[in-house]
């Protein structure tokens, strides 16, 4: 586990390391570049997940579970939000179903967190939920990444998950994604996209999910606008700034109260 800048999490917890690139919110995909860090770092884990290609680091598609790392939230006294694989998709196709229903138990057995899992494969995450794990908790988030329109066709696949909490995470926001459905849908997170080849976002393309989630009440958080910008590769986070419509948005789909 890390603590973490991420703004709508406490801690991420990584039982899995490892991932492909899949569609183009993929292209920077912060993860690559950290596991390349760790790797250097001479952490295990981490070894022989990315290699170079030109300039680049890319990911190699190996992709490693992490037994160890299951007993790390039992060890967590004070109630978080947990960020579940920051450093990989926990139903990447090469994740083993047994290994899901791991996680899982682990889940069930800390009630006192609330885990936030993010997937970009939200068809293989409903059948398996819905198929092998069959029971929703109540401390479990289940979301999806929404990039562009290209993809909104996963907002659907989400709403066939069986959960408590959906959510989406428009981030990093590289297009518009149009007039979508978000019946059912209790949260939804937008960013831009951050590193030294970040592609802007646009203001009309958050206001138009804004609005949407106006309609739809769903809860709004705007995480930043991202790096991009000039000089961008020194530029930071803060650079760019977190408010929208003159005010942050830190809107989240349970009362705060349930951290204390
Ligand atoms: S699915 Fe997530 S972890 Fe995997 S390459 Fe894409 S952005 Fe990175």
């Known amino acids: 586990m890390a603590e973490t800048q991420i703004e709508w999490t406490d801690a991420t917890w990584n039982p899995v390391a490892g991932c492909n690139i899949l569609t183009a919110g993929c292209s920077n995909c912060y993860a690559m570049d950290m596991a390349r860090r760790?790797?250097?770092?001479?952490?295990?884990?981490?070894?022989?997940?990315?290699?170079?290609?030109?300039?680049?680091?890319?990911?190699?598609?190996?992709?490693?579970?992490?037994?160890?790392?299951?007993?790390?939230?039992?060890?967590?006294?004070?109630?978080?939000?947990?960020?579940?694989?920051?450093?990989?998709?926990?139903?990447?196709?090469?994740v083993d179903d047994a290994f899901i229903e791991d996680v899982w138990h682990v889940m069930e057995e800390t009630p006192h967190?609330?885990?936030?899992?993010?997937?970009?494969?939200?068809?293989?995450?409903?059948?398996?939920?819905?198929?092998?794990?069959?029971?929703?908790?109540?401390?479990?988030?289940?979301?999806?990444s929404i990039e562009n329109e290209?993809?909104?066709?996963?907002?659907?696949?989400?709403?066939?998950?069986?959960?408590?909490?959906?959510?989406?995470?428009f981030e990093p926001l590289i297009g518009p994604?149009?007039?979508v459905d978000l019946t059912d849908i209790q949260w939804a997170i937008v960013g831009g996209e951050s590193g030294r080849s970040a592609r802007p976002i646009q203001?009309?393309?958050?206001?138009?999910?804004?609005?949407?989630?106006?309609?739809?009440?769903?809860?709004?958080?705007f995480k930043q606008w991202g790096t991009w910008g000039k000089d961008n590769k020194k530029r930071s986070k803060k650079a760019n700034g977190r408010e929208y419509r003159g005010k942050t948005w830190d809107e989240m789909p349970v009362s705060a109260a349930a951290y204390e």
């Not at 970009?120 to 479990?140: C, E, H, Y």
């Not at 659907?156 to 959906?166: F, K, Q, T, Y």
Request: proline share 5%; aromatic share 10%; charged share 25%.
């Open 177 to 179: 994604v149009g007039q």
């Open 38 to 94: 760790l790797e250097a770092m001479g952490v295990a884990k981490y070894a022989g997940l990315t290699r170079k290609s030109g300039n680049r680091t890319v990911w190699t598609g190996v992709v490693r579970e992490d037994p160890g790392a299951l007993a790390i939230p039992r060890r967590w006294r004070k109630p978080r939000k947990i960020f579940v694989n920051s450093m990989s998709d926990l139903f990447h196709e090469t």
């Open 203 to 221: 203001e009309a393309w958050i206001d138009e999910i804004h609005d949407q989630c106006v309609a739809f009440e769903t809860a709004f958080f």
């Open 113 to 144: 967190h609330h885990y936030q899992i993010l997937t970009k494969r939200p068809d293989r995450m409903a059948t398996i939920v819905s198929q092998r794990i069959g029971k929703v908790l109540p401390n479990v988030w289940l979301g999806t």
């Open 150 to 169: 290209d993809v909104v066709e996963r907002i659907d696949e989400l709403r066939r998950v069986p959960a408590v909490i959906r959510f989406l995470s």
